[in-house]
């Protein structure tokens, strides 16, 4: 019966992550260019819009949509932000509440 419900458990945590977010190996600079990568996994997601969030203002910024998540890649400008800690996000383009996935937290100066 437990094998069971860890079956379960471990299908559905598949099922949600069929996204992985690269986090950034470096800190980044405001208006510097830089690349963003992600894995797609075997059930992929949908298009994406990429969203740079900060635990200082609730509101996240939107960075790209229409994202492809076939591409692997994107090449971005960061924006004018102020200097701190952020993750990105990828969520579903119509509900920024669903969250696809998420990077770890890194810096922007």
Not at 9 to 26: F, G, N, R, Y
Not at 38 to 53: M, R
């Amino acid at each position: 019966m437990l094998f069971n419900r860890f079956s379960v458990v471990c299908s559905i945590v598949s099922l949600v992550s069929a996204l992985i977010l690269d986090t950034p190996s470096s800190q980044w600079y405001s208006g510097e260019d830089v690349i963003v990568t992600w894995q797609e996994q075997p059930t992929g997601d949908p298009v994406f819009t990429l969203v740079l969030a900060s635990s200082v203002s609730p509101i996240g910024l939107a960075i790209a949509s229409d994202i492809s998540p076939a591409l692997g890649s994107l090449a971005i400008t960061v924006p004018d932000v102020q200097p701190g800690s952020y993750v990105l996000e990828a969520v579903n383009v119509t509900n920024n509440s669903d969250i696809y996935a998420e990077t770890a937290l890194f810096k922007i100066l």
